[in-house]
C-alpha cells in the first residue's frame, strides 16, 4: 500500500471496531494521538454502550466525510421487553411495564409495521439541540423534553432470536437496516408500544455504516499495536480516501490535466464525460484520488482537491 503520509499525519480511512464503553469522541481523541494528527472526524455517533463499525477518517480523507453522512446503517440490537426506560435503553431508570409481555408471535407480526418510511421521535436523551442546548443536558436537569418527529426509513427489520425464558421479561435480538438519522432506541421504544406495554435497547451493535462492515473493522487493541513504533504504523490499515465513493462516476486523467486540476483549473478530459452526475471522482494514472469535481459545459471543475500543486512546467511534456 502506498505511502499516504502528510506532514505529521496520514490520509485516509481507518475502520475501527468501537467497543461499549467510550464515546465516539473518546475513540477520535485517541487516533488523533495515535496519528499525531489534528484532522480527525468520524462517519457517524455511536452512543457509550455501543459497540461496532465507526469509520474514522484522518488527513485529507476529512474533506470527504460529507459524502458519507447518508449512507445506510446496519445493526444487530438487543430488545428488552416487560419495563420502559427513561433514556430508551439500559442506561435509564426502568418503569415495569403493566399488562402482559409480548410473544414471539405478536412481535413477528409488529415488526412490518416499523418497516419502510415512518416517522420516528428521538429519544428526550439525544444530542439534538433545543433552543441551542443539547437535549439530554435539558433532560438530565428534570425539564420536559419532546422533540420533534422526524421521517427515516427502516429498509429492513428481522427477529434473529428470542428468549422467552422470563415470559414477563422477554429478550429479543433484531438485525436493522436504517437509514441515517435513525434512533434504534426509538425503534426499541416504539416496538414496546405497539404491543402494549414497555421495551428499551439493552444492547446494540453497528454491523455496518455504509461500504463499511464489522467483519473489515480493526479492534482499538489492534490499532495501538499498529502504532506502537509510531504514526507510520497504521498506514496499513488505512482505506483509500475515495472508498465507498463509488456511486460517483470515475474519470481518470493524464499528467497534464491532474496537474491543471492541481492548480484550480477547469480541464476537458480527453476521454470526455461519459457519465452524468453532480459530482465526479478524478483519478491520476495511478488510480489515486486527484479531486472530486462538477461538470459544467462539458469540462471539469474542481470542488475538492486532495494533490499538491503542480507547476505548470512539471507537466507540460506530459
Do not use: N
Not at 488523533?32 to 461496532?52: M, S
Not at 436523551?125 to 422526524?150: P, Q
Amino acid at each position: 500500500m502506498a505511502d499516504r503520509s502528510l506532514g505529521q499525519g496520514l490520509d485516509g480511512i481507518l475502520v475501527v471496531a468501537k467497543p461499549p464503553g467510550p464515546t465516539s469522541h473518546d475513540v477520535v481523541g485517541l487516533v488523533r494521538r495515535l496519528a499525531a494528527t489534528k484532522r480527525v472526524g468520524h462517519g457517524g455517533t455511536l452512543d457509550p454502550f455501543a459497540a461496532g463499525v465507526l469509520p474514522i477518517f484522518l488527513g485529507k480523507a476529512t474533506r470527504i466525510v460529507e459524502y458519507h453522512l447518508a449512507d445506510r446503517k446496519a445493526y444487530r440490537a438487543t430488545v428488552c421487553f416487560g419495563a420502559a426506560s427513561t433514556t430508551d435503553d439500559l442506561d435509564g431508570e426502568l418503569t415495569p411495564s403493566d399488562g402482559p409481555a409480548p410473544t414471539r408471535a405478536a412481535l413477528e407480526a409488529a415488526l412490518s409495521g416499523l418497516t419502510g418510511p415512518i416517522s420516528q421521535r428521538p429519544p428526550a436523551f439525544s444530542a439534538i439541540k433545543v433552543g441551542g442546548r443539547r437535549a439530554y443536558a435539558l433532560a438530565r436537569a428534570g425539564e420536559t423534553v419532546v422533540l420533534a418527529a422526524r421521517d427515516v426509513t427502516i429498509h429492513a427489520l428481522d427477529l434473529v432470536a428470542w428468549d422467552g425464558s422470563d415470559p414477563d421479561r422477554p429478550i429479543a435480538i433484531v438485525e436493522v437496516e436504517c437509514s441515517a438519522g435513525t434512533y434504534v432506541r426509538a425503534l426499541a421504544r416504539d416496538l414496546g408500544k405497539r404491543l402494549g406495554g414497555g421495551a428499551y435497547l439493552g444492547a446494540l451493535t453497528r454491523t455496518a455504516s455504509g461500504p463499511f462492515r464489522l467483519e473489515d473493522a480493526t479492534a482499538l487493541d489492534e490499532v495501538r499495536a499498529f502504532a506502537a513504533d509510531g504514526p507510520q504504523g497504521l498506514v496499513g490499515l488505512l482505506r483509500p480516501i475515495d472508498t465507498g465513493l463509488e456511486a460517483l462516476p470515475r474519470i481518470m486523467l493524464s499528467v497534464a490535466e491532474v496537474g491543471a486540476i492541481s492548480r484550480g483549473q477547469f480541464v476537458r478530459p480527453a476521454g470526455g464525460i461519459h457519465e452524468r452526475g453532480e459530482r465526479y471522482r478524478l483519478v491520476g494514472p495511478d488510480g489515486a484520488l486527484v479531486a472530486i469535481a462538477a461538470a459544467e459545459a462539458g469540462r471539469l471543475a474542481p470542488d475538492k482537491v486532495f494533490v499538491e500543486v503542480m507547476p505548470a512546467a512539471a507537466t507540460a511534456d506530459a
